[in-house]
């Protein structure tokens, strides 16, 4: 192994292996509550503080989810006629690439029933779904009209189902956090059982020094390799702390996602800033997610400030269903989780009940940790004593906001 490039290699492979990892995580905390294989769990309450298992979760919609193995052949979901309620399944291989998104923008108003086939299966059909690795995550969110439409939202969720093979859970591998040996051995068992498309190949070849396909021997390493591999996962480890959902440039005072966000064709370092930031992000074409940049390091803003973001009457987030702006306290790893309020209210958008608009049609939101007082408190979203992130979000954004041609106003600092 004398003259490779372990240090290239291990941070290559890290950034690679992130997502299988994280999937698998997320589908073990499922099984630790008892999840089964191949049925969905669904969640029929709106997130919360409380919600820790998936960054960056919206207050917006019910969750349905459901961890798949095809290798023991198809799974048939149906999805249930939705009307004009906004309703997605996300689609997600093994290396969370959105191969499809089915529902309200994609397959209508209406539902229906589809087959979701493995790679290896022979089948054919209008309604067959080809999935790139027999591990899938489906996830379906299911908009909520506030607090008096909850049982409604959770009549169409219940006709969300899945008919399948019953199939046992692959086994637990070490999560993100764990020691270089055991993280390589994790991803190498997940790679074997999620084999990679061949337009992996030139990012496989870079990562060939460690071995992960043919199967992971860290003994086989010299002090001096290890050293190597060491510095390699420590840069990578930093590098997806600088990631997310949106790019590193603000326009205005936001920054946007790539065009890349769901499919990452071969931008690994972005799908891992991604899984890590905003583990299941939608494409933009379903939903388009900005982030604020705040006046304190990594973008956040300090709760102990007030802040406005002021909305023209024509200057509104142009959408196709609805938009909302969630506020989120940091974790020092770069995840991001709803903080506890005096209002239990997580986000503010164009369906939350109470929300005053101005005399001439425009719309002011408060943001901070104090009260901003009686005449604007319909209007405030809470925030900790300490730093936050903002997070717009717009579902099926129309051409002007995919396009460029819509900015977001600044906040402004108070």
Do not use: C
Not at 12 to 22: K, N, S, T
Not at 83 to 94: F, V
Not at 211 to 226: M, V, Y
């Amino acid at each position: 192994m004398a003259g490779t490039d372990l240090k290239t290699a291990a941070t290559e492979a890290w950034l690679y292996g992130l997502p299988l990892v994280e999937i698998a995580t997320t589908r073990s905390r499922g099984q630790s509550l008892g999840q089964s294989m191949n049925a969905f769990a669904h969640v029929r309450n709106l997130a919360n503080h409380k919600h820790r298992a998936v960054t960056t979760p919206n207050n917006d919609t019910l969750y349905s989810s459901a961890h798949l193995d095809l290798s023991a052949g198809p799974v048939t979901i149906t999805l249930p006629a939705a009307g004009e309620r906004y309703l997605s399944l996300q689609l997600m291989d093994a290396y969370t690439n959105s191969f499809a998104v089915l529902g309200t923008r994609t397959t209508g108003p209406n539902g229906g029933t589809f087959t979701l086939v493995g790679p290896t299966e022979a089948a054919e059909g209008p309604r067959v779904v080809r999935a790139p690795t027999n591990h899938v995550w489906a996830l379906a969110r299911i908009l909520v009209d506030g607090p008096h439409d909850l049982e409604a939202a959770r009549g169409v969720q219940a006709g969300v189902s899945i008919q399948g093979p019953a199939v046992e859970a692959p086994p637990a591998v070490a999560q993100r956090g764990a020691p270089w040996p055991e993280f390589f051995a994790a991803v190498s068992t997940l790679m074997r059982l999620n084999p990679p498309p061949a337009t992996d190949l030139a990012v496989l070849e870079r990562m060939a020094p460690l071995g992960l396909l043919e199967g992971f021997d860290p003994s086989r390493f010299s002090a001096a390799e290890i050293a190597e591999i060491e510095e390699g996962v420590a840069e990578a480890r930093k590098a997806v702390r600088r990631g997310g959902i949106t790019g590193p440039n603000y326009i205005e005072g936001w920054s946007y996602p790539s065009s890349k966000l769901g499919d990452f064709g071969q931008d690994y370092r972005y799908r891992a800033g991604v899984v890590l930031g905003g583990l299941a992000a939608l494409p933009v074409v379903e939903a388009t997610y900005m982030r604020g940049e705040g006046d304190l390091p990594r973008a956040l803003y300090d709760g102990n400030r007030a802040y406005r973001l002021h909305f023209a009457a024509d200057r509104l987030p142009p959408v196709n269903s609805f938009w909302s702006l969630s506020l989120y306290e940091a974790t020092e790893d770069g995840q991001f989780f709803f903080t506890d309020n005096p209002l239990d209210r997580y986000a503010i958008g164009d369906r939350t009940e109470g929300l005053t608009y101005n005399d001439d049609g425009s719309l002011d939101i408060w943001i901070g940790h104090a009260d901003p007082g009686e005449g604007r408190r319909a209007n405030w979203l809470p925030a900790p004593a300490g730093p936050f992130a903002l997070f717009m979000r717009t579902y099926l954004p129309k051409p002007e906001l995919l396009d460029g041609v819509y900015r977001l106003p600044p906040v402004e600092a108070l």
